[in-house]
């Protein structure tokens, strides 16, 4: 041990730095700390005196609470605010510089699109009747509100409510444009916030006359024009600058809806409505019931434009396919000849509404929507809703729904191509994938089944396990995509069962491919695109890429023999077409959300879709009522007179007279059956037969000879 006496050694340069260091660190601590508190000391004795007691202090808490409430609503409304404000991203302002008018399959104009819906008439050059008119219809506080009316909403929710129903719709003008440029129609909540937040976005960035302008030149008017000065001319031949009252009266009737009273529709229901707008005009306070009194006594007379609907979701369409087209052309003036058929239209438009007229109440299901195509992939027909002009949107391109067992053939085409047949035998039993486990429609188990079988009685349970212990869901996507559907398919197992959104347009484009022989790529709804001048800027016969085999002609077979089956002993028997071939698939989803038939023969194609534009439920309607027979009555109209082709991979297109006279016999019988339950007899047993009786007397009687006579020569 080192004895204390000794001398320490002298520490190092290194070390003596480190415990400066130490000391500087520990010393700037303690001042740190101390001059903290003394600034909390300080801090404290300074808020004293802004301490209250008493009802002040209350009032402090209120606001306390308030901006602290105020502070989480402002985080919430942006949060809210930020998908809305995604829709202002890029030129918005834009209608793009495209000009076309469309000619149907045989060369008829059936409408126009773009910026030759004419030119913008300055809202300074307008008559005042028009602006007012216009004002005291939609918005007779335009100029007071800031976006939202709250004062013209509240009148209007007052109003409905008194009268048990809708009679005042509270949107403003802005709302209105907002919708028109950015939103759809669907009925949703997500789709008011966001025309809320739009509508104040419109209102702080434009000015009320620039909203005004853009509203007057972007609404639907009826007729297959948009904006009042198309308006103007479709209907009185005329410019709106040369409008006078009775006519403007009649075009801001149109706004509210422009189907119901388009006068070349429905002359009368448009007068009326006119008559709405001159009281309007009067309660207002914007005329006097003598300024509108000749209105009223001469009103306005149109020019004959015929009662052909204009068919504007085809053309909707039809323009975003010519913008793909000749986006590189550099043409924008253009002619398009399309593969619409008016007839097959009119005949899809006809189906849909008798059916939703007959039995939307019974099923509790208000909306449609359908694509008809031709063998040769040329789309004839799109319908996207029931009225154009209360609903812009396009159900048919654009509305994503689950498609529910409608999806089971894309499943079905890929177990094909990996060597299964209609014969191939797969447990219908319970099954469970993780923590899913689908079950059948009637909820029991089917036992071993073929996959025909699973086909026509829609069996849930076995295009599960084919996904789970043969194919998987990778193949099964990449099938679907390859057969032409190009909405977003979510790669989860329950896609099996259709729970991925599909629109109308995919159904009828991928299904169409059991009907081409097993080739894609020929759907297509503009055959020429010509300039003004004559020049073929496009020819779907020369420039479109050639259809592609994605289905071998075994599994076309297959396939078409198994959905050939749906409507004979499946699920889709109301869908069977007299003494015709048919194949197809019905499609139900979770609480009967969506309802769906897709189906083809050797010469047509169709989708159809029926549901409800808030999701919500319909009475229990599944794909193989409503849907089919929706479908079965357009197939029936659109064979007539057509020479019938059979479906790829079957023999002929014609029912066999043996399956078709047994099915006729069971029909009978069930309707006999029925007849007699519904119906009881009115003769006792024993009447009946004394007249059976008599009625064989008469069949047997010989026939009696009249003898000949010179005014009655005898037949020869």
């Keep these: 041990m080192a004895s204390p006496l000794e001398p320490r050694k002298r520490r190092g340069p290194i070390a003596a730095r480190l415990l400066a260091a130490d000391a500087w660190f520990d010393s700037s601590l303690y001042d740190i700390g101390f001059k903290a508190r003394r600034f909390w000391e300080a801090a404290t004795i300074f808020f004293r005196r802004f301490r209250v007691s008493g009802w002040r202090r209350g009032i402090i808490e209120l606001l306390s609470e308030g901006f602290t409430l105020g502070a989480g609503g402002i985080v919430v409304m942006l949060a809210l605010a930020l998908p809305a404000f995604q829709e202002t991203a890029g030129d918005w302002r834009a209608q793009g510089d495209f000009a076309v008018t469309f000619l149907d399959r045989y060369g008829n104009e059936i409408g126009q699109r773009g910026i030759i819906q004419r030119d913008s008439v300055p809202v300074d050059e307008m008559p005042d009747q028009v602006i007012k008119a216009v004002l005291a219809t939609e918005d007779r506080r335009f100029f007071d509100h800031h976006g939202i009316d709250a004062l013209g909403l509240s009148r209007a929710i007052f109003e409905n409510v008194r009268a048990n129903s809708v009679v005042q719709g509270g949107s403003s003008i802005t709302q209105q444009l907002a919708k028109n440029l950015f939103l759809t129609n669907e009925r949703t909540l997500e789709r008011k ?39 103007a001319d479709f209907y009185f031949g005329k410019s709106v600058k040369d409008l006078n009252l009775a006519e403007a009266a009649m075009l801001a009737g149109l706004f509210k809806a422009p189907t119901k009273y388009a006068p070349h529709i429905n002359l009368p229901a ?83 509404e008798f059916h939703l007229r007959q039995f939307g109440k019974e099923y509790n299901v208000t909306e449609g929507a359908m694509v008809v195509i031709e063998t040769n992939g040329a789309v004839r027909a799109i319908v996207g809703g029931r009225d154009y002009g209360a609903s812009q949107f396009n159900r048919a391109t654009k509305a994503l729904r689950q498609s529910g067992s409608s999806f089971k053939p894309y499943v079905y085409a890929t177990a094909m191509e990996h060597g299964f047949t209609p014969d191939s035998v797969v447990s219908g039993a319970p099954i469970s994938w993780g923590n899913w486990s689908p079950h059948n429609y009637n909820g029991g188990s089917a036992g071993n089944v073929t996959l025909l079988t699973a086909v026509a009685k829609s069996i849930n349970t076995v295009p599960v396990r084919l996904a789970k212990n043969y194919l998987g869901i990778k193949p099964i996507k990449a099938m679907a995509e390859a057969m032409g559907v190009e909405s977003p398919l979510e790669s989860h197992k329950t896609m099996v ?52 085999r994605v289905l071998s002609e ?123 339950a519904e119906r009881p007899p009115v003769l006792s047993s024993q009447t009946t037969r004394a007249l059976r009786d008599i009625t064989k007397l008469f069949q047997s009687a010989p026939v009696l000879q009249t003898p000949a006579t010179p005014e009655t020569p005898s037949a020869l």
């Design 270 to 352: 448009a007068r009326a409505r006119a008559n709405v707008v001159l009281s309007n005009l009067v309660d207002a306070g914007f005329m006097s019931e003598g300024q509108v009194l000749q209105a009223r006594l001469h009103p306005a007379e149109i020019v004959d434009r015929g009662e052909q609907k204009s068919p504007d979701y085809y053309l909707d369409w039809a323009f975003d396919e010519v913008k793909k087209i000749a986006a590189k052309s550099g043409q924008h003036s253009l002619v398009a000849h399309t593969t619409f058929d008016a007839n097959i239209q009119k005949a899809a438009e006809e189906s849909m």
């Design 193 to 231: 916030i966001k025309e809320a937040f739009l509508s104040l976005w419109l209102e702080a960035n434009l000015s009320k006359k620039e909203i005004l302008q853009l509203y007057l030149d972007r609404v639907y008017m009826g007729g297959g024009t948009f904006g009042i000065e198309a308006a």
């Design 554 to 676: 075994q599994a076309l077979k297959s396939m078409n023999t198994m959905l050939a089956a749906v409507p004979v002993m499946g699920t889709a028997r109301r869908a069977a077409l007299p003494n015709i071939v048919s194949a197809g698939k019905t499609g139900t989803t979770q609480s009967y959300r969506d309802a769906w038939y897709v189906g083809f023969t050797g010469n047509y194609t169709a989708a159809v879709w029926l549901g409800n534009d808030d999701f919500t439920p319909t009475n229990n309607m599944t794909g193989g009522s409503l849907p089919a027979m929706v479908w079965q009555r357009l197939m029936v109209y659109a064979h007539q007179n057509i020479d019938l082709k059979p479906i790829p991979g079957l023999d002929h297109p014609f029912v066999d007279e043996k399956i078709a006279a047994e099915e006729a016999e069971e029909k009978n019988a069930e309707q006999a059956a029925t007849n007699a």
């Design 497 to 548: 069962l259709g729970t991925s959104g599909m629109t109308v347009m995919d159904q009828a484009t991928g299904y169409s491919v059991f009907a081409q022989n097993g080739f894609v790529g020929s759907r297509h709804g503009i055959t020429q695109l010509v300039t003004r001048n004559g020049e073929v800027v496009y020819d779907f016969a020369k420039d479109a890429p050639p259809p592609h």
